[in-house]
């Protein structure tokens, strides 16, 4: 019946029309209308199965299909399916770094490199993919992006077979190989070896460079941020910028690592003026400069040459030139520029330009291959490392917590030690006997924990020492003048010099010195926000409000009773930094009129407030960021931090609605959407 149904729907009109028309044929042709209408609602439904030729053409299109299936769709499933596992198996590899198991992680580095391998071959199933126009282009992303994977592996592989020698030294688990012999012994030869390994760091840079050709291939702007695209987007663009700055931090630090063995006194031996800064009572470049010593290194080995009081130092300089203006304003009872109040620009290396233009007239000046500074911080970390005991100067400096300052119990000793006033009713040799221990205290100090931890067992202290100071010197606890050359291009790659760094956007620096008030630093914190309005003509007016606060009650500050100073009123004499060209347009909070001026490419806003105990402070400052820095969509923003200071919380706004907090450990650079 289907077929003659079929066979009445093909019937031509003419035909139908010659038909004869009985009662009966009238009513059975009622019923095959019926049945007519009812087949051809199917066949409209259908209509793509028109006679033979339909047929052919559903059978081609199954066809194709189940080639597509076989040809695209699996080998794209298999290929897919290899990437997510390769993908799994490099993140167990960093896990591995991220743990500190160099064996692990380079077992787990040859199951990445199979794994991409595999990948690899399936991606080649689908090469035609790169002769069929808008596909070809997702094709070679994806060669671009196995590539650089391999040019990643290549890099990783050779950073893992340097460093694996060393494991027992820098407290990874693996196999080391210097484990025999004294401390120093063990020391002195990874020195020497170390230029063996340094070489390789130009091998590293190529792959990393191949790797940055690779990314920068991909164009993320094939991916739209919209039907699902934005994640695949976004994610290409941060591969991008961090295999570009991956690339060009080795590159720029290749001077320095190549040097590393003769910084460290292999074959000669170097020195270093160490200068401790007290961050406690904070100065531009991360605190008051209090002592210093001379650092000896032969093949490794620290030896502390001297060590002394900074004032002892300033008594052998003559002539000293006349006090530049902020001292003579916020300090008038100083009138000429010690070494120990040199350090007054932001910038470390023009403080330590001016500290030099002292030094060298000081009649107990040692010549030395470059300035180290360090702060509190360090102290205090390395003594927790260390079983948080250390005994120096007939002292146990540990880091519990002291109630007398609420602070670390190494702080509260070193002031103490320093700052407690003397009663004039002792004898001359007792006077005398007890200066010259302050004076040596610190330098003590630093010899103690330098020895504590060089008579370790290195898998015990030299692990997490080396990571410790690793992260000390991001956070600018740690800065580096040296006179070598390339050396100190290295450093400044690793952004552990303590310039103020150009930059192409938006900036911000905010820097403060303490005159006067003790060791306020101790219970001083501020908050930092920045709000951005965009204007109807495009331009950018920027507010930044600080908010200080001092929750602690103050010190007995009368000498007279002996009685140690540590919090009192702090006197602020802070600038702001900001781009080049920007415009003052209003401010509060500042004891005196405010100032603007350019420095160090950058435009100053200075001023001066106080921050009484148990007391707050509040100052803001609007001004316009330069016409080259117009709206856009988005504002690129360097935060730098200033050194010494342990990370205020930062938050950012645009018209009044928050867009990001952050706590300010290291510079931080941010993009900021306007929009």
Not at 31 to 55: D, E, P, T
Not at 283 to 303: L, Q, V, W
Request: aromatic share 8%.
């Amino acid at each position: 019946m289907l077929m003659e149904g079929f066979e009445k729907i093909d019937l031509g009109s003419e035909i139908k029309d010659k038909m004869p028309r009985s009662p009966g044929m009238l009513q059975a042709s009622k019923v095959s209308s019926s049945r007519i209408s009812r087949i051809g609602q199917k066949r409209n439904s259908l209509g793509f199965l028109r006679g033979k030729n339909s047929i052919k053409i559903l059978v081609i299109i199954i066809i194709l299909i189940l080639i597509s299936g076989f040809t695209i769709i699996l080998p794209a499933q298999k290929t897919i399916s290899s990437a997510k596992k390769t993908q799994r198996q490099a993140q167990i590899t960093l896990d591995a770094l991220k743990k500190q198991n160099i064996e692990l992680a380079s077992s787990e580095l040859d199951k990445t490199k199979q794994g991409l391998l595999e990948t690899q071959d399936n991606l080649k199933t689908l090469s035609y993919f790169k002769f069929i126009p808008l596909l070809s282009g997702y094709y070679n992303d994806a060669q671009h992006l196995v590539n650089a994977g391999f040019d990643g592996l290549g890099a990783a592989r050779v950073l893992i077979d340097s460093v694996e020698p060393y494991a027992d030294l820098l407290g990874l688990k693996g196999q080391g190989s210097f484990v025999g012999g004294t401390a120093e012994k063990r020391i002195e030869t990874a020195v020497k070896t170390m230029g063996k390994v340094t070489p390789h760091i130009d091998d590293i840079s190529k792959y990393l460079k191949d790797a940055k050709i690779q990314v920068d291939a991909i164009n993320p702007s094939r991916y739209p941020s919209f039907l699902g695209f934005s994640k695949i987007h976004k994610s290409l663009v941060t591969l991008r910028n961090n295999t570009d700055s991956a690339a060009t931090f080795i590159e720029d630090a290749k001077p320095l690592i190549k040097i590393l063995p003769n910084l460290l006194g292999e074959p000669d031996s170097k020195k270093y003026l160490i200068l401790f800064q007290n961050d406690k009572e904070l100065r531009p470049t991360g605190g008051f400069i209090t002592a210093y010593a001379i650092f000896r290194i032969d093949k490794g080995i620290i030896h502390v040459d001297k060590s002394d009081n900074i004032y002892n130092l300033d008594a052998t300089i003559p002539n000293k030139p006349k006090a530049p203006d902020p001292i003579r304003k916020y300090l008038p009872k100083v009138p000429v520029l010690n070494l120990r109040d040199s350090n007054l620009s932001p910038d470390f290396i023009e403080s330590m330009k001016t500290f030099n233009s002292l030094y060298d007239k000081a009649t107990g000046k040692v010549e030395v291959d470059g300035i180290i500074a360090l702060d509190t911080s360090v102290l205090v970390s390395t003594i927790k490392i260390l079983d948080d005991r250390v005994d120096a100067a007939g002292t146990t400096f540990t880091t519990k917590i002291d109630k007398r300052c609420d602070c670390p119990q190494v702080i509260y000793q070193l002031e103490s030690s320093i700052s407690t006033p003397l009663s004039l009713d002792l004898r001359v040799s007792d006077l005398e006997a007890i200066q010259a221990g302050r004076k040596a205290i610190i330098g003590d100090l630093l010899y103690a924990i330098l020895t504590k931890a060089l008579k370790s067992s290195p898998k015990l202290y030299w692990g997490p020492l080396f990571q410790d100071l690793t992260t000390q010197i991001g956070e600018k606890h740690v800065l580096f003048y040296l006179y070598d050359k390339d050396a100190q291009q290295g450093i400044q790659a690793v952004n552990a010099d303590g310039r103020i760094r150009p930059f192409t956007g938006d900036y911000l620096h905010i820097n403060e010195a303490n005159f006067g008030g003790q060791k306020a630093n101790l219970y001083v914190t501020k908050t930092v926000e920045q709000n951005y309005e965009v204007k109807n003509d495009g331009n950018i007016v920027k507010t930044v409000t600080i908010n200080y606060k001092n929750p602690h009650p103050a010190s007995d500050c009368n000498l007279e009773r002996g009685g140690l100073c540590l919090n009192a009123v702090y006197r602020n004499w802070f600038r702001i930094y900001t781009p080049l060209g920007s415009k003052l347009i209003t401010s509060k909070g500042s004891e005196v009129k405010m100032t603007s001026y350019e420095e160090l490419g950058k435009t100053v806003f200075e001023g001066f407030l106080t921050v009484r105990p148990q007391g707050t402070a509040i100052f803001t400052i609007l001004y316009a960021l330069p016409k080259n820095l117009t709206s856009n969509s988005t504002i690129s923003l360097l935060v730098q931090k200033q050194p010494g200071t342990n990370g205020g919380e930062y938050s950012i706004k645009v018209g009044g609605k928050d867009i990001e907090k952050l706590t300010l450990l290291t510079d931080k650079e941010i993009k900021v959407n306007l929009k």
